[in-house]
């Protein structure tokens, strides 16, 4: 099992920054690709952006040149500078991780950021 616990969430105004981290523990030998996804109210959840074992990443277009994830090993964490945010850019953001295997799906519990306009 993987557990992830996110953080860095909060309230900033639109223009500003913030930093999401996420910590991994449990059976993490298990984890290749980790991500970021976020959900807004009457949205569905979607990819925001990812990170393979490897260091390649993937964006959601219109975060592209504003986030940036990146991944310590050697401290088990995953991170998301997001700059210049938007108002759209509200949701629940939530941690993910998948098995490199079993391609089963780990979550976080989620971390609200709200950007005011």
């Known amino acids: 099992q993987v557990q992830l616990v996110e953080s860095g969430g909060g309230l900033v105004q639109a223009g500003g920054s913030l930093r999401l981290s996420c910590a991994l523990s449990?059976?993490?030998?298990?984890?290749?690709?980790m991500g970021w996804y976020r959900q807004a109210p009457g949205k569905q959840r979607e990819l925001v952006a990812r990170?393979?074992?490897?260091?390649?990443?993937n964006y959601e277009d219109s975060v592209r040149r504003r986030f940036t994830i990146s991944r310590d090993n050697a401290r088990n964490t995953v991170y998301l500078q997001m700059n210049s945010l938007k108002p759209e850019d509200t949701a629940v953001y939530y941690c993910?991780?998948?098995?490199?295997?079993?391609?089963?799906?780990?979550w976080g519990q989620g971390t609200q950021v709200t950007v005011s306009s």
């Open positions: 449990g059976s993490i030998f298990m984890v290749n690709t």
């Open positions: 993910n991780a998948v098995a490199r295997t079993s391609y089963v799906h780990y």
């Open positions: 990170i393979a074992g490897d260091g390649d990443t």
